[in-house]
């Protein structure tokens, strides 16, 4: 039986990065992967999507040029085996760099099959049998499919799926108007599809404030795509060669028949075939593993980073959490959980930027909470890019001067929101931001500007 310092199961954000950090300290890991290397980010999520919403944006333009005053002088056509190749050429980059830079380090075995634990030192792949005194959990998750009423008969895409993808579906029905379907439902648009959003809540992105989520409404409608509210009894079944989805939904037809179904209803942690019994650890009702502000599990010796621990959904934050315990590892350095800040982005276009707290959480707070807000309509760079949909906003504590939270929905949002996340990482009152002299034109330049014009938060 092998004898490993460390054993790394799931080459997801935060296995690779650790193993190769360790095995550079001097220890011999193994590294466990079932299936491709970089996981969900590299292969099915983050990377592909992006390049996905590039072409889509590419497209968009293309059809806008004649605003610009740019002739193209024909019909815009996307070729979709092309953009699925550009799509895995990035991605086939990402993988192979990554797999390159496992395979080739000293101390360092990769090895391909499916792991599962054994006991809490040991580990099975295929007929071998790994033991180290540190095994680090990295197994990421999957799409979920909840109990649908006709599920079972009708064929459907998960973001995995959607991957292989490289024809045009006439009509893509998308359960699920959260983040995942957003992305996919505006990019498909874009690329000549007609697409229909399903969602059981009143809203979509009902995470975020109700103005972001009917200035995102508003930008994928604008775009062409259908949006179908308050759709609680959603059932399925096969109608010709194509899909009806039964929506209950207060207004508009009750039907939509559709040629593609794609499920974007939320994700499960792939923690239901690791012989977590076997080792001992615990996991919660929905099968994320417990860990503490510094990723243990209840088990000395494992610990869990990346979706799996339900601490974060994001690359950032599984990379965080290798930060983590790395640092604490190897670096006698406390870092924990609880010090990060949340920060995500949506990527329709524009993309929508977010740091700390929404307007909600901030009112719910109890703190006097000031509000600085503006419409990408009076951002300069927006008014010359011809995008100004959207808005930004930033939340400060009216006594303790720091900044709470923001959101830019606008071109560059993603970008624009790191001066707010940083300074809230500074700890720094929200005058030093006011006070600093900003790029003329961005969409960052009016941060300070709506700082200067903070009003009380009704
Ligand atoms: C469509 C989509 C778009 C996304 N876009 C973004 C984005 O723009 N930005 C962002 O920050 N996040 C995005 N995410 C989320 C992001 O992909 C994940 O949060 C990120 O990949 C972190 O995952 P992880 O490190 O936990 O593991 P994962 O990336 O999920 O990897 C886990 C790995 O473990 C392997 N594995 C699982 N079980 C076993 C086992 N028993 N034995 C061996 N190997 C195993 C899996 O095969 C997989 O390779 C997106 C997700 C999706 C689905």
Redesign the pocket.
């Given at each position: 039986m092998p004898d490993y310092d460390a054993i790394v199961?799931?080459?997801?954000?935060?296995?690779p990065p650790l193993a190769l950090r360790l095995a550079g300290a001097g220890m011999k890991v193994a590294v466990?992967?079932?299936?491709?290397?970089?996981?969900?980010?590299?292969?099915?999520?983050?990377t592909?999507?992006?390049t996905l919403v590039a072409s889509a944006y590419a497209a968009h333009l293309a059809r806008r040029a004649d605003e610009y005053g740019v002739a193209i002088g024909g019909a815009i056509a996307v070729d979709m085996k092309r953009v699925k190749d550009r799509k895995d050429a990035v991605v086939e980059q990402f993988r192979n760099g990554l797999t390159g830079a496992l395979e080739g380090a000293a101390n360092c075995t990769l090895y391909r099959?499916?792991?599962?634990f054994l006991s809490a030192r040991e580990v099975a792949?295929g007929d071998e049998r790994l033991r180290a005194g540190r095994i680090f959990i990295?197994?990421?998750?999957?799409?979920s499919a909840p109990a649908m009423p006709g599920l079972d008969q009708v064929a459907y895409l998960t973001?995995?799926s959607?991957m292989d993808l490289d024809i045009l579906p006439r009509h893509l029905v998308i359960v699920g108007g959260s983040?995942?379907g957003l992305?996919?439902g505006q990019m498909y648009r874009r690329f000549g599809s007609e697409v229909t959003i399903v969602e059981m809540k009143p809203r979509l992105i009902s995470r975020e404030d109700e103005d972001v989520s009917a200035a995102v409404r508003e930008i994928v409608e604008r775009d062409g795509v259908a949006v179908r509210l308050n759709a609680e009894c959603i059932t399925l079944a096969k109608r010709g060669d194509g899909i009806a989805v039964t929506v209950d939904c207060t207004e508009g037809a009750p039907e939509i028949v559709g040629s593609h179904l794609l499920l974007?209803v939320g994700?499960r942690p792939?923690?239901d075939?690791?012989g977590l019994d076997r080792a001992g650890v615990a996991c919660d009702a929905r099968g994320y593993i417990t860990v503490d502000d510094q990723l243990c599990t209840n088990v000395p010796g494992i610990w869990a980073?990346?979706?799996?621990?339900g601490k974060?959904?994001?690359?950032?934050?599984?990379?965080n959490?290798y930060e983590i315990v790395a640092a604490n590892l190897l670096a006698n350095d406390p870092r924990r959980v609880s010090d990060r800040i949340t920060a995500?982005?949506l990527?329709v276009d524009p993309p929508l930027g977010r740091a700390g707290m929404t307007m909600a959480e901030a009112r719910s707070s109890g703190r006097r909470v000031l509000v600085g807000q503006r419409q990408m309509t009076r951002v300069a760079r927006a008014v010359e890019k011809g995008e100004t949909q959207g808005f930004m906003r930033i939340l400060v504590d009216a006594d303790t001067k720091e900044i709470l939270g923001a959101s830019i929905l606008g071109p560059g949002g993603d970008e624009a929101i790191h001066s707010v996340l940083d300074l809230m990482y500074a700890k720094a009152p929200y005058t030093v931001l006011q006070r600093a002299m900003h790029i003329h034109p961005t969409v960052s330049e009016l941060l300070p500007t709506i700082l200067g014009e903070l009003q009380p938060l009704a």
């Open positions: 199961i799931g080459t997801g954000q935060a296995g466990v992967e079932r299936n491709l290397v970089g996981g969900t980010c590299v292969n099915t999520g983050c592909p999507t992006k099959g499916h792991a599962r792949v990295n197994v990421g998750g999957r799409a973001n995995t959607m983040y995942i992305e996919f974007a994700r792939n923690t075939d690791l980073l990346g979706d799996c621990n974060g959904a994001f690359t950032h934050t599984s990379y959490d995500y982005a990527y």
